[in-house]
């Protein structure tokens, strides 16, 4: 079985001690061995109470896994052996549980692991915060803006392939879930001189490696480049390449950290054009020319570089051109334009160059910082991680303005974790209510002092010197200073009046030296008041202004003329004084978590362990100093619950459980181990252990007893084992007994069953056998019997069967024939009731129904309006010919009705006249049905449009009714003439066809009768009113085409006009009055001689015989 280890606690398999603050005794070289022993054993980290010292192994550890990660993940600081990790999850636990914003401070000197360092921290809050596609592509863009930023800002040193030339300081934003939001870069100071020199065995940033030789051709080509690195004058060419670096694959995943992060494509284009700039501005050399004035001039040598310079940039050439030769100075209204010489056109080309590399990188720490800053507005939680350059302390008098401005970094974080450490301490005692005595430490607020104070301070100097109107140069400053400041306890110079350093002969006269801290620091004054200048001529800026280049053109704002400030820009010292103040201010609102790196050798290489080198760095990163302050009250402390739980076997009331109270355990656990009171107080939820030695009292105490207690767990499981095995056996040996007796038992119980029930069985034969003997008899009698009283029950029943029967046939005959005629009598008095109403109902509901049918049908079949359509349903029913006939006459009606009401006045009157004539002469006269279909013209003869009648139109001035050409019978024989018959309101007139001479003219009260024939003829007679003025020529017999309609007109005219009916007598013989003689006008039959012309004949005197076809 595999071997469990539970680790419960630091203190168990403890290489060295885990924590310093145990460490006893405690001295340099204690402390040194305890690193050197672990870092032997592969143990890199080590504690100082809350603080983690790293020693960076040089070589890669399987501690990092994702195992790794789980172990340390959500577990007490304490409880596993000291790693970075359970650093970063106590501060991780406490920011998302405690709502307590975090700081990591890393710090340690250049190699010693710092960047290392604080990627493990990012990437294993990244491994156990939130999880979901947008919290995973926020932890990936702020993780990979570390290989951005590096490209960059790093750069191979002698000290380390890898070192960070600037400060770093990471604001990671949680929402209250522990989920990342985004974050916030913060950049100090980038070692800009690195980019136009580089010290021996060093090289300049990556990034102008990676472009040369990870670019395409097509890339380079395009930014002008070519991928020879000796092409290049700022590429220091001693270590161009570095072992175990591919420049090449760096450029590829440092582009795709770029897309990652969110740089557009055409972002990307114009930084790496800005850095393909910078290493070609490196290529412009100068050459000397003298002037006639006497005044050296510089000449740029060869102008290609410049113009692909300016090609690239969008500058104007001859801009720049003028740039490199001339300084314009400005002074109020004054502008004085000065020569450059060589050097200094050399001077200007290269803090262009910084400038433009140092403002590029500021301007990507924007970029990012856009790209990963948080999008939501809600209350964030901050952890903020700080990376920043440690001590730098060169050997002999290197150290120059950068390591000073570095070290005056380090002093006051010094101060800050002094203050928090100090600070914190204090507040557990307060929480635990543990009695504060006063920590005896050094305090470095005096050095701070010495460099920041604003009046007296050395920037101050500086910056005072560097504004002082004059000549100005490192020596001026140095004297300054040695006025100023050599009381100061820590600063030290040659120059000083204070003889103490007179004869100092380590002390160069050009140098002065600080006692940080750390340690004593010297440092060289040349430079110093050029790098705080920090200064680009006004001609550069605003020839880079005027780029036609978006990008260069925003990292020169100051170029803008119309921006001009005459006031000059803040110092370089003055600046870095202000940013490290704001991260101080910041640093203070946090919870403070500190990484001290150490480098364990100078070869970077592993298992290498230089103890002077360590013990170096152990001093100026003051670490005795911070076990000395973490112990100066009590050395260990723990909670109640879980050293009652490591010590409670030391203790018979404690072990193996305690009922009460955690610390009421302790109490009694501690005073039954005797421990002396001095060495141990009790706070509120913790035991406060003075001395590291009690502590291993209590280690050795313990694991002492865990041999006991193992020997007696062990005593115990056997004895267990055993017994347990025992009462195993002896239970088995019950049940396998049992077992045994009760088979035996069945066994013999079979057999006797059996033979019992043979005997039973032969003696139940016996007795069944006769008892079925004297069934079987018993049953043999009972039949018989049973036969017999059959037989004769059968015999009674018979004859009374017979007799039932027939009594039975007589009852049912005298049944039917009693209904037979009950029915018949029934029958016979209801038959008529039926039959009578019946009949009737029948017959009328048949009629009803034969009505409805009918005339359903002949609503279907109903005929045309058209009055004259003689069409009519056949009738159906014989007894509804009365009906149909009538209904037909009233269809006929009423479509009449409808027909004339659909009349005009007009036809109204034609109508009218045509009914008279109907009533006139219908079924009277043949003639009559001819003239039916003829329309009543009444003016046949145009009078008044014919001039042949002028005459007679004017005679007759009344409306003329009647224009007709009739024939005139002769009386004498017959003949007809023809002449015009005119009908007026008043008169009827006879005119002559020819002329129109009116022959006779009668009014129409004197005509007394209209005679006619009942054929098919025109003749009729008008007779006269007997002594009227008309009278005397006799009546007129008249022939007509148009007789229906001229009697009709005549007969209406005249009741209109005399109120009485004029007689018209139809009949074929009639008289008319010829002068004095009656003549008798006779109408025959005849023959069709003439067509269908009548014919008329004089026979006598008396009769004039008409014949008509
Ligand atoms: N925990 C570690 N495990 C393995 N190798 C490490 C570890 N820490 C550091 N190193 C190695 O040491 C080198 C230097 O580390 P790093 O760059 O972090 O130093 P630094 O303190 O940031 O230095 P500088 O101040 O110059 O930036 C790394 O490139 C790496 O090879
Ligand atoms: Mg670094």
Redesign the pocket.
């Known amino acids: 079985m595999a071997k469990m280890e539970v680790k419960t606690s630091l203190l168990d398999d403890m290489i060295g001690v885990g924590d310093m603050v145990l460490l006893e005794p405690l001295n340099e070289d204690s402390f040194i061995n305890n690193l050197k022993k672990r870092f032997d054993h592969n143990e890199?980290y080590t504690y100082i109470g809350s603080v983690v010292i790293?020693i960076?192994?040089?070589?890669?550890?399987p501690i990092?896994t994702p195992e790794k990660v789980e172990e340390y993940r959500n577990r007490n600081f304490y409880e596993l052996s000291p790693h970075?990790f359970a650093l970063s999850d106590e501060a991780y636990r406490s920011l998302r549980d405690q709502d307590k914003d975090q700081c990591i401070l890393i710090t340690?000197?250049?190699?010693?692991?710092?960047?290392?360092?604080?990627k493990?921290v990012m990437s294993y809050v990244a491994a156990v915060c939130g999880k979901g596609a947008e919290v995973n592509q926020v932890k990936e863009q702020l993780l990979q803006s570390n290989p951005v930023l590096e490209a960059f800002g790093?750069a191979k040193?002698v000290?380390?392939?890898?070192?960070?030339?600037f400060g770093k300081y990471m604001d990671i934003e949680f929402d209250f879930k522990g989920d990342p939001l985004g974050g916030v870069i913060s950049n100090y100071l980038l070692e800009k001189s690195r980019v136009v020199k580089q010290p021996r065995g060093e090289r300049n940033f990556h990034i102008f490696y990676q472009i040369l030789s990870g670019a395409s051709e097509e890339f380079l080509c395009k930014l002008k480049l070519e991928r020879d690195f000796s092409r290049y004058n700022y590429l220091g060419l001693d270590s161009a390449k570095v072992n175990g670096v591919d420049d090449a694959s760096n450029f590829r995943t440092v582009r795709n950290a770029m897309q990652i992060v969110g740089f557009m494509d055409h972002e990307t284009q114009s930084v790496f054009e800005v850095v393909a700039a910078v290493l070609k501005l490196g290529n412009i050399e100068f050459k000397p020319e003298s002037r006639a004035n006497g005044l050296d001039e510089s000449k740029i040598k060869d102008k290609n570089e410049l113009k692909e310079i300016c090609e690239l940039t969008g500058i104007d050439q001859s801009v720049l051109e003028r740039a490199f030769s001339f300084r314009t100075v400005e002074a109020k209204q004054e502008k004085v334009s000065t020569t450059l010489n060589v050097a200094q056109a050399y001077y200007a080309r290269d803090a262009l160059a910084k400038n433009l590399y140092s403002r590029l990188f500021s301007w990507l720490v924007t970029r990012i910082n856009e790209s990963i800053k948080a999008q939501t507005k809600v209350r964030k939680k901050v952890m903020g991680v700080l990376?920043i350059?440690?001590f730098e302390i060169f050997e002999n008098a290197d150290n120059s303005f950068e390591q000073f401005i570095i070290n005056y970094c380090n002093e006051k974080l010094q101060q800050i974790f002094i203050e928090l450490t100090l600070k914190e301490e204090q507040e557990e005692y307060i929480r635990e209510g543990i009695e504060w005595t006063n920590i005896e430490y050094f305090n470095n607020a005096i050095i701070c002092d010495l460099i920041e104070n604003n009046q007296t301070g050395i920037l101050a100097m500086l910056d005072e010197e560097c504004l002082r109107p004059g000549t100005v140069t490192d020596d001026t400053f140095l004297e300054k200073l040695n006025q100023v400041c050599a009381t100061h306890q820590h600063f030290e110079s040659r120059m000083s009046k204070c003889s103490r350093f007179l004869n100092d002969t380590s002390l160069p006269h050009s140098c002065f030296r600080i006692q940080h801290y750390a340690g004593k620091v010297m440092y060289q004054v040349e430079g110093f008041v050029d790098k705080n200048n920090d200064l680009l001529y006004r001609d550069l800026s605003q020839a880079m202004w005027k780029a036609n280049h978006s990008l260069i053109k925003a990292l020169f704002p100051e170029g803008n003329p119309a921006k001009i400030n005459l006031k000059r820009p803040p110092t370089a010292g003055s600046q870095f004084k202000a940013s490290v103040a704001t991260l101080m201010k910041n640093l203070q609102t946090k919870n403070p978590n500190y990484i001290r790196?150490i480098?364990p050798n100078d070869k970077?290489a592993a298992h290498i362990f230089n103890d002077a080198l360590v013990c170096h760095q152990i001093r100026y990163l003051g670490l005795l100093e911070n076990v000395r302050v973490r112990r100066a009250g009590y050395a260990f402390r723990q909670a109640y619950e879980p050293c009652l739980e490591r010590y409670k076997m030391l203790c018979k009331q404690t072990w193996p459980h305690w009922r009460g109270p955690a610390r009421a355990g302790v109490e009694v656990l501690f005073d039954e181990l005797g421990i002396p009171e001095e060495e141990f107080s009790f706070g509120r939820s913790k035991i406060f252990i003075r001395n590291p030695r009690t502590l291993f009292k209590l280690e050795d105490l313990r694991k002492q007893r865990l041999e006991d207690l193992a020997t007696l767990i062990e005593k115990i499981y056997r004895g267990w084992k055993c017994r347990t095995r025992f009462l195993l056996m002896k239970k088995s040996q019950i049940v396998i007994a049992s077992w045994v007796r009760r088979y035996a038992q069945q066994k013999r119980y079979q057999k006797i069953k059996s033979s019992a029930i043979i005997v039973q069985s032969y003696i139940r034969g016996w007795k069944a056998r006769k008892l079925l003997r004297e069934l079987k008899h018993l049953k043999r009698c009972n039949e018989a019997a049973t036969i017999i009283a059959a037989y004769w029950h059968g015999t009674q029943a018979r004859r009374e069967l017979k007799r039932l029967k027939e009594e039975a046939r007589r009852k049912h005959a005298v049944a039917v024939i009693w209904a037979y005629w009950l029915g018949l009598k029934v029958r016979r008095e209801y038959r008529k009731f039926f039959r009578a109403n019946a009949g009737r109902k029948i017959y009328e509901f048949t009629l009803q129904r034969l009505m409805q049918k009918y005339f359903l049908e002949m609503k279907k079949k109903m005929p045309s309006l058209s009055p004259i359509d003689k069409n009519w349903p056949a009738r159906p029913y014989l007894f509804l010919d009365s009906t149909h006939k009538e209904l037909k006459r009233i269809f006929h009606l009423w479509r009449c009705k409808k027909y004339r009401d659909q009349f005009t006045d007009q036809q109204k009157l034609i109508y009218e006249e045509k009914l008279e004539a109907s009533e006139l002469f219908k079924d009277k006269k043949a003639l009559y049905p001819a003239s039916v279909g003829q329309p009543f013209q009444g003016a046949y003869l145009e009078i008044s449009e014919n001039p042949k009648y002028k005459k007679l139109k004017d005679a007759v001035d009344e409306k003329i009714i009647i224009a007709e050409v009739v024939n005139k019978i002769n009386r004498a024989n017959g003949k007809a003439t023809s002449r015009i018959f005119l009908l007026t309101k008043n008169n009827v007139l006879l005119a002559d066809q020819k002329n129109g001479t009116i022959k006779s003219e009668v009014p129409l009260g004197d005509v007394t009768k209209v005679s006619m024939s009942s054929q098919n003829d025109g003749f009729f007679a008008v007779h006269l009113k007997e002594g009227s003025e008309a009278a005397t020529k006799g009546d007129f017999l008249l022939s007509s085409d148009h007789l229906i309609e001229m009697a009709t007109k005549l007969y209406r005219t005249t009741l209109s006009q005399t109120k009485q009916k004029l007689n018209i007598e139809i009949s074929d013989e009639f008289l008319v009055q010829f002068k004095q003689d009656k003549v008798c006008v006779k109408f025959i039959q005849g023959s069709q001689k003439n067509g269908n012309i009548p014919t008329c004949k004089r026979k006598n005197n008396r009769l004039l015989e008409v014949a008509v076809p």
């Open positions: 890199v790293s960076n192994p040089y070589r890669s550890l990092y970075i340690g000197e250049s190699g010693a692991g710092k960047t290392e360092a604080s493990l790093n040193t000290r380390n392939d890898n070192s960070s030339r990376d350059y440690g790196c480098k970077k």
